[in-house]
Nanobody, 118 residues
Framework: QVQLVESGGGLVQAGGSLRLSCAASGRAFSEYVMGWFRQDPGKERDFVAS???????SYAGSVRGRFTISRDNAKNTVYLLMNSLKPEDTAVYYC????????????WGQGTQVTVSS
C-alpha cells in the first residue's frame, strides 16, 4: 500500500513558476513509476508527466519544455517543476504511483490546486 500526499500548489501569475511535491509512504518507492496528472472541473483527468524507476521521463506535449519531473528516492518524493505557467495550466494536479507490472496507476493522492492568473 502506498499513500501519496501532494503539496506546493497555489496561485501564480502567468509566466511564473511553481514546484509541486508528492511525498510517498510505504515500501519500495524507488520501484514505482510515478506520474503527475491534472484535471479541470467537468473534464477528464489528463496525463502530465511520468518518471520511471530508472529516471526515464515522459511528458505531455502541452508541457514539454516547460515542466520537469524528478524524484528523490532517498526522500520518497517526486517533484514537478512548472515554469512559464499559462492560464490553461490551471487545474487540480494529482500524483500517482504505478507498479512495474501494473497496466494503470494503482495509487493516487488527493490533489493540489494550481491556479494561473492572466
Amino acid at each position: 500500500q502506498v499513500q501519496l500526499v501532494e503539496s506546493g500548489g497555489g496561485l501564480v501569475q502567468a509566466g511564473g513558476s511553481l514546484r509541486l511535491s508528492c511525498a510517498a509512504s510505504g515500501r519500495a518507492f524507488s520501484e514505482y513509476v510515478m506520474g503527475w496528472f491534472r484535471q479541470d472541473p467537468g473534464k477528464e483527468r489528463d496525463f502530465v508527466a511520468s518518471i520511471s524507476s530508472t529516471a526515464t521521463r515522459s511528458y505531455a506535449g502541452s508541457v514539454r519544455g516547460r515542466f520537469t519531473i524528478s524524484r528523490d528516492n532517498a526522500k520518497n518524493t517526486v517533484y514537478l517543476l512548472m515554469n512559464s505557467l499559462k492560464p490553461e495550466d490551471t487545474a487540480v494536479y494529482y500524483c500517482a504511483a504505478r507498479g512495474t507490472s501494473s497496466r494503470g496507476y494503482d495509487y493516487w493522492g488527493q490533489g493540489t490546486q494550481v491556479t494561473v492568473s492572466s
